[in-house]
């Protein structure tokens, strides 16, 4: 992987962006995380937060199917003398294909709601790489003079982008904001299922697993995760803003507020 086109590619744009910039290393992977993630992924959380909004306000619809759906089949299996089994699978494969029905007349299946995913976590996982190559010189005939550029080209108290972090302050920082993503996410799901609730846990549990991973890899990925899980939170709120949905013609469903922040500390309060 570390030496594949996608890779490359993206050593391209960081090389880009420290020379178009003139900026330091550690401006220039700021910059070019801020400019992709709201170049990217931004207009993509706005278009899965539009196609979840329209399943959404679907829900009336499907119950209000599967009830008469219901009865129907109730109907059907006592004039025919179906079994319970058999009653229950014509159920089952009539409302998958009614509710499938419903997805294409509004054009908002879910799995159009993953998009973000397959695109977003193959993005993270090539600029970490390609940061790693700067880091160690493992990349084209640029790349050691871009690692003595790394040496030299942190702040603060992490001054060279090629070593750790032995302060672990970007490290916890990256877990407490990951963790703070997954709280948000959770405050938003009212009576999660049992499903849900196994997934957040996990993702709980993976944000703290990255702290002690981070603290292992050069400060150069690390800055680069602790600016995309910023970016992320940021995205996060911001998608809760009445009026930016608004802007993105997110349909209002049952669950919006009209102050969401004010809601949101309310919940975290409580």
């Known amino acids: 992987m570390a030496t594949s086109a996608p890779v490359q590619g993206a050593e391209d744009v960081l090389l880009f962006a420290h020379t178009a910039s003139g900026l330091p290393w550690w401006g220039s992977i700021l910059l070019t995380t801020v400019a992709l993630r709201g170049a990217v ?121 090629t070593a750790l972090d032995s302060t672990w302050i970007l490290p916890v920082s990256i877990g407490v904001i990951n963790l703070l993503i997954v709280e948000i996410f959770a405050l938003q799901k009212i009576g999660m299922s049992r499903f849900q609730t196994y997934i957040t846990y996990f993702v709980r549990a993976v944000s703290v697993l990255m702290i002690p991973i981070a603290a292992t890899v050069p400060s150069s990925l690390v800055l680069y995760w602790l600016c995309s899980s910023l970016m992320g939170l940021a995205q996060n709120l911001l998608l809760r803003s009445p009026r930016f949905r608004q802007l993105c013609r997110i349909p209002l469903t049952k669950s919006d507020s009209d102050t969401p922040y004010k809601d949101l500390f309310a919940a975290f309060y409580a």
């Open 41 to 161: 992924t931004l207009p993509l959380a706005a278009y899965q937060h539009y196609i979840l909004a329209k399943v959404e306000n679907l829900q009336p619809e499907i119950k209000n199917i599967a009830r008469h759906l219901n009865q129907e089949v109730a109907v059907r299996a006592n004039q025919l003398g179906w079994s319970k089994r058999a009653a229950r699978l014509t159920y089952l494969k009539t409302m998958r294909r009614l509710v499938s029905e419903l997805y294409v007349r509004d054009n908002c299946h879910p799995f159009k709601a993953t998009l973000l995913v397959w695109i977003q976590l193959p993005m993270w996982i090539f600029m970490s790489v390609a940061l790693r190559n700067f880091s160690t010189g493992a990349t084209h005939s640029e790349g050691f003079s871009v690692q003595e550029q790394l040496a030299t080209g942190g702040v603060l108290w992490f001054p060279d982008l």
